[in-house]
């Protein structure tokens, strides 16, 4: 069974940072491009940051360019997302997501596999 899961999730003060990991399971991902989308309560699904099978490109939506980096590491199956600087904006539910077309991952919301999400909170 295939699965992706999130973790590192939790509350913290604006300004403050978090590292949100997905560990995959099931098969391996390492030719896969992976991503992290967000969804606050009464908002849409959107993209945050999506990363190519060998890390050699980045995606990020524009606000959080600067304040959020993408990484994986493939020995482990595993994807990252440290955020820094967090705003209460940021606050959301993260997915985690993969596909094996970059475009796929970046420019709609149809990623062949999805986690189940960790919540982040940033309060004011």
């Known amino acids: 069974q295939v699965q992706l899961v999130e973790s590192g999730g939790g509350l913290v003060q604006a300004g403050g940072s978090l590292r949100l990991s997905c560990a995959a399971s099931g098969r391996s991902f390492n030719r896969d491009a992976m991503g992290w989308f967000r969804q606050a309560p009464g908002r849409e699904r959107e993209f945050v940051a999506a990363?190519?099978?060998?890390?050699?490109?980045?995606y990020y939506r524009d606000s959080v360019k600067g304040r959020f980096t993408i990484s994986r590491d493939n020995a482990k199956n595993t994807v990252y997302l440290q955020m820094n600087d967090l705003k209460p904006e940021d606050t959301a539910l993260y997915y985690c997501?993969?596909?094996?077309?970059?475009?796929?991952?970046?420019?709609?919301?149809?990623?062949?596999?999805w986690g189940q999400g960790t919540q982040v909170t940033v309060s004011s």
């Open positions: 997501a993969a596909d094996n077309s970059m475009g796929v991952l970046t420019t709609t919301l149809l990623p062949r596999y």
């Open positions: 990363i190519s099978w060998g890390a050699y490109t980045t």
